[in-house]
Every structure is written in C-alpha cells, then in structure tokens.
C-alpha cells in the first residue's frame, strides 16, 4: 500500500466505518482472501464475499435491471446505428486489445474509456451512447477501471478461453447483431447469444467465445460494479486499481 492509498481508504473507512473495506484488506491479504473456484484461478484478484456464479439473471439484480432494460428497449435503434457505423465509419473501429491479446478479428468501437465516454462516439451511435451514459454512468453504475465498446467478432474468429483480472465488476452484453454460429462458454456452459437480449457473466471465471457464422457478430459490452460490491469498496477498489496502473506505468 502506497501512502497515497492507505490516506484514501482512511478517509472512506472516515467516512463509511472501520470495516466499510474489510474485505478489500482480505483480498489484499496473502492468500487473497481465500479459496476460489477452480475456474477462476486465473483471475488475479479475487474479492472474497462476492457469490461464486459464473452465469447470472440479467434481470435478477435490482441495481442493473434498469441498464438491461433500456438497452434492450433501445436495441433497434442501436442495431440500426452500428450498421451505418460499420459500412460507413470503419475507421471508428480498431483492433481489439484485451489485457492477454491483440486480434485482428476482433474489431471494436469504444464508447467508454479510460474512466470518461468517449465523446467522438456520441455522433457515431447516439443511441447506445445517450443509454450508456443516463442508466450507467450517470448512476455510477459502470466501473470506471474498465470500458464499454461494441464487439464484434469477424467470421472465424475465436476468442481464447481466459479469466479477466478480477470479479469485482461483471460483464454485460447486449446481443446487437448475432449470425448463426456463434457462441460464448463461461465456466464450461455454452450458451447463445439471442438478439436484441442481454447476456450478464462474471467474467473472472474461465471463458471463450466464438463466431463460427457467415458474417460478423456484435455485442455491445460493459462492465458494470458487481452488485454485490458497497459504495466504499467501489471506491476504494478504484483507487487501489488506478494506483497500481500509475505505479506500473499503465496510466
């Protein structure tokens, strides 16, 4: 812990008790704040206390329902939109770079990044845009550590099976243009996306994707707060995580 970090969790432990952050000490920890499933030995941090569930209910949590419901609301709209963009702004699209990997096959199209939206995007596809940013970042519930973009996988291409850094946000998709052929297993459960509805996975756990279809497939993602994280945590696990980045050179 940098002196930077522990004057920031002392002032949210201040502000919210002196064990608002006693699981993000645990995961501090050596040891990481204990067992973890098998299929999230990859991930680097774990925080203990968060439910071991790889896939989750879209709708089941209070907190992000009303994100998946004005995503889904919005989808033919947003589906009309990422059509134009992909015939007419490719060069809006880019490489995907994932923290393990960069692929060619795998294009996206950033709509929010590096803590902030990205404001050439707002022209580009309005309505996931103006989504985004009234049910989830304005509510505070994306994780500013991560990003939303569109995904899209080409015909072909296979995202490797891996484990994120951590559980601590999870992982929303909404099904925005899906071929046949396409897939995505978390914790050795395959399932599929359905168009126009959104899958929600912890994406610590072990999983892959791909795109054995005929044209490309695109899923709108965002990282949200996992639900089961408190307001303090959140805020410490921000500075925790942006510290690190800074020390590792990383921004």
Not at 23 to 52: D, N, T, Y
Not at 66 to 83: C, Q
Not at 184 to 209: N, Q
Request: aromatic content about 8%; proline content about 6%; charged content about 25%.
């Amino acid at each position: 812990m940098t002196p930077e970090m522990e004057s920031a969790f002392a002032a949210i432990r201040g502000e919210h008790g002196a064990d608002s952050l006693r699981r993000v000490e645990r995961m501090l920890e050596p040891g990481g704040g204990g067992a973890r499933h098998p299929l999230q030995q990859g991930a680097k941090w774990i925080l203990p206390g968060l439910s071991p569930t790889p896939w989750h209910d879209p709708r089941g949590h209070a907190e992000l329902a009303p994100v998946v419901e004005a995503l889904e609301a919005a989808h033919p709209a947003i589906k009309e939109e990422l059509a134009a963009a992909w015939s007419e702004r490719r060069e809006a699209f880019s490489d995907y770079e994932h923290y393990l990997t960069r692929q060619e096959d795998w294009q996206a199209l950033y709509l929010y990044r590096d803590g902030g939206l990205v404001g050439e995007s707002a022209d580009t596809v309005p309505t996931a845009y103006k989504v985004l940013d009234e049910f989830a970042v304005k509510t505070g519930k994306i994780c500013p550590l991560l990003e939303c973009h569109f995904s899209t996988l080409l015909p072909g291409a296979a995202v490797a099976a891996h484990c994120d850094l951590w559980n601590f946000s999870i992982n929303l998709h909404l099904a925005v243009d899906i071929p046949d052929g396409c897939s995505i297993t978390v914790a050795g459960e395959t399932r599929s996306w359905v168009e126009g509805k959104c899958l929600l996975f912890d994406y610590s756990f072990e999983h892959e994707a791909r795109n054995d279809g005929d044209r490309p497939r695109t899923c709108l993602l965002v990282d949200l707060w996992h639900p089961e994280t408190t307001i303090p945590e959140r805020r410490a696990l921000t500075v925790l995580i942006s510290e690190i980045r800074r020390l590792m050179g990383d921004g």
